[in-house]
């Protein structure tokens, strides 16, 4: 299932893949791949980007 929040939420930052990526330690393929759905990533991961993106867990990642 497409993250279109983290996508949103990322693009409001003014942030690229590529930025993000550079401030969670992850590669952008990883974000891509979030982004898409076709990752599932760690709870540290998913709290790592949420700082960045000033957001909460249920706000990016929870229904």
């Known amino acids: 299932m497409k993250n279109?929040?983290?996508k949103a939420a990322r693009a409001g930052k003014d942030l690229s893949q590529e930025a993000l990526a550079k401030a969670v330690g992850v590669s952008r393929q990883t974000i891509n791949a979030i982004e898409k759905g076709d990752y599932?990533?760690?709870i540290n991961l998913c709290i790592a980007i949420c700082?960045?993106?000033d957001k909460t867990l249920d706000e990016l990642f929870w229904e």
């Open 40 to 42: 599932n990533p760690t």
């Open 4 to 6: 279109l929040r983290l």
């Open 51 to 53: 700082k960045v993106l």
